[in-house]
């Protein structure tokens, strides 16, 4: 399976190392062969149509910080140039998510698909504002157009409502979607103000780099995007969803959930509408999970209520739901 992988962040070099540790595995168990011909950072590009050696890439990108350094051929090609110039059967697109345009990783996919390239993409940003229009172009193009890692991280949520309850109408759901704020609520409600448990998120790491992704609920919201249109096909973007963030929280706010025998999460919601909001949860309902975790409630028509609990964030993790994604392209390739 030829490869370009859009970015090299965390999760594309974690996926990168998976290929590498898993490689005799990937293949006798799924016969997939991965070859992964091109990748870009912010500085510059690695290319090699017979396929990057992955150890030295890794190497390469940890004493240079970028894998410009992999080569002297062709290293400075821009994502959409190289989506052009290379041929491959997939594209892996891992840039940073964005709400204003979605941009780079919208060209990214669009051209790719439009070149009849298969696209998994854990950026959220072209989901988030086109998830119609993307699915159709991905349907005209008849390629393949997969995305778990964009909601729960390995959590593999999307594939749990869509496939595990086939057959089921899943009526409403209501989850928390963001690591990032459930960590600075559930610190709240041990007592540290605001600006500490964000101070603390920060120091983790946690918090994206523009901090209005998670503290406006705009990560969240983009979640539900994408869950409304592929859980309960809706056909929405993210100007559909009212969302209210995390920064209002007020240690009285906390306080007055704690005497209901509650807690307060931000939870992202499909019921009558879709919202994004701060909102009280019984403490024994099992949404109230502390920590970075992500949870999500699916309410069935025949099936009730199931919660999925897990971490929803992480290089390992995220990269384990792109392996996902590959391995059933892998198979539906195979079949056809
Ligand atoms: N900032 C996100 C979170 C990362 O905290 O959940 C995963 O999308």
């Keep these: 399976m030829r490869i370009i992988l859009c970015g090299f962040g965390v999760v594309a070099q ?87 345009d979605a941009e780079p990783g919208m060209t990214h996919i669009t051209t790719a698909m439009k ?54 109408k899943i009526t409403s759901f209501a989850g928390i979607l963001n690591g990032t ?12 103000s605001f600006d500490d448990a964000l101070k603390d ?27 409304a249109n592929w859980i309960m096909g809706m056909k929405v973007t993210m100007p559909d969803i009212k969302c209210v963030g995390i920064r209002k929280v007020t240690i009285e706010d906390i306080r007055k959930a704690e005497t209901n025998n509650s807690v307060l999460k931000l939870i992202a919601s499909c019921d009558k509408e879709l919202m994004v909001s701060p909102k009280e949860v019984p403490k024994d309902d099992p949404l109230g999970v502390n920590g970075t975790l992500n949870a999500i409630a699916f309410t069935s028509e025949h099936s009730g209520t199931q919660t999925i609990i897990g971490k929803g964030a992480g290089g390992t993790e995220t990269a384990s739901s792109i392996l996902r994604d590959l391995l059933d392209i892998r198979q539906e390739i195979a079949k056809n």
């Design 14 to 100: 974690s996926l990168i190392k998976l290929f590498e540790s898993r490689e005799e595995e990937l293949y006798s168990k799924y016969g997939l062969k991965p070859r992964v011909l091109a990748v870009f950072d912010s500085k510059g590009s690695a290319i090699d149509q017979s396929g990057l050696n992955l150890e030295k890439l890794i190497q390469v990108k940890e004493k240079f910080g970028t894998v410009k350094n992999y080569s002297e051929k062709n290293n400075s090609m821009k994502g959409n140039e190289i989506l052009k110039n290379v041929e491959a059967d997939v594209l892996i697109e891992t840039t940073a998510s964005n709400y204003k």
């Design 115 to 168: 070149k009849g390239m298969h696209v998994i993409s854990v950026n959220k940003g072209p989901l988030a504002l086109a998830f119609p229009s993307l699915m159709e172009l991905a349907t005209y193009n008849q390629v393949m157009f997969k995305f778990s890692g964009t909601v729960g991280g390995g959590t593999p949520i999307l594939d749990y409502a869509k496939n595990s309850l086939r057959g089921e």
């Design 181 to 192: 704020t459930n960590y600075i609520l559930s610190n709240m409600a041990t007592g540290l």
């Design 201 to 227: 998120a920060q120091d983790r790491g946690y918090v994206e780099a523009d901090e209005s992704l998670d503290l406006d609920g705009l990560d969240a919201a983009a979640k539900l995007v994408i869950l």
